[in-house]
């Protein structure tokens, strides 16, 4: 069921307005015309294919790509994201794949990487009070701040990398692939954590492949194709709605098992 993002978003004017989005790098169109909107307190996830676009568009919120054409509003006033830092000052935050920890440092060294508190002579406890509190009202599953992140598992990895970003208190959070290579158990906990940042009334943009973890915390999915917007659906879309406007094609594998599914059922009702 394919719905309008009016439909399904929270009530008032959005954290951040995207009309008209286009980037090109040279000949080659990577991103046209896309329209996104994120509003406060909700998690939209931004699925598609390789190469549909998906890391270029979250590459433009950051800061590292300037759009060739369209308009950024935030907060309803036109910006630029011309450096990741205008981005991070604004209060967008990106959380990428690769984490960007330093695995032979403690909870509390890599939470204040960079913005460490009286830096010229370090209040290490005042750190690591604002980090208990951080990590406490995230409800998270770290043993302790002075735990060397390397040997904290994938799940509690991502928290850290979740919980870093939200120091600075932005409006927004990208999370691309949060829940990549990480087993079931450490995959529920990251997705309770997205469920937590989201009631804390930050706006999270959700980059996955994964289906279900989208369906399970997502407010709305927005789907890219070939670099265009293809339809922005609901967490309750079936699963062939959704391959359908990934792939393109609504003759798929999915779309043959679901349609399998059903004539079992009609036949076993019959019987």
């Known amino acids: 069921m394919s719905a309008s993002s ?19 790098f040279g000949a080659v169109s990577a991103l046209t015309d896309i329209d996104l909107d994120i509003h406060a307190g909700e998690v939209v996830a931004l699925v598609g294919d ?31 994201l011309d450096t990741p830092a205008k981005a991070l000052m604004l209060g967008i935050a990106t959380v990428f794949q690769d984490l960007a920890l330093c695995e032979n440092l403690d909870v509390v060294g890599n939470l204040f990487l960079g913005q460490e508190l009286a830096p010229w002579r370090l209040d290490e406890v005042a750190m690591e009070v604002r980090a208990w509190t951080l990590l406490n009202e995230l409800s998270a599953r770290i043993p302790s701040v002075r735990e060397p992140v390397a040997s904290l598992s994938g799940g509690q990895r991502q928290t850290v990398a979740i919980a870093r970003s939200l120091l600075l208190d932005p409006k927004i959070i990208m999370l691309d692939e949060p829940t990549a290579a990480l087993g079931v158990a450490q995959t529920a906990e990251v997705l309770n954590l997205i469920e937590r940042v989201r009631d804390r009334g930050h706006g999270v943009i959700l980059i996955s492949h994964n289906m279900e973890d989208v369906r399970a915390v997502a407010d709305r999915v927005v789907v890219l194709r070939l670099g265009r917007n293809n339809g922005v659906f609901t967490a309750d879309s079936s699963n062939e709605e959704l391959v359908a406007a990934i792939t393109g094609a609504t003759e798929n594998a999915v779309s043959r098992r679901h349609a399998r599914k059903h004539e079992n059922t009609d036949l076993q009702d019959e019987a």
Do not use: C, W, Y
Request: charge should be positive; avoid cysteine.
């Open 6 to 24: 009016a439909g399904n978003s929270p009530p008032g004017e959005p954290i951040l307005r995207l009309r008209g989005i286009s980037k090109q």
């Open 50 to 80: 390789n190469g549909a676009g998906k890391s270029t568009l979250v590459k433009t919120l950051a800061g590292v790509h300037q759009p060739s054409a369209g308009t950024i509003e935030f907060m309803g006033e036109d910006v630029t």
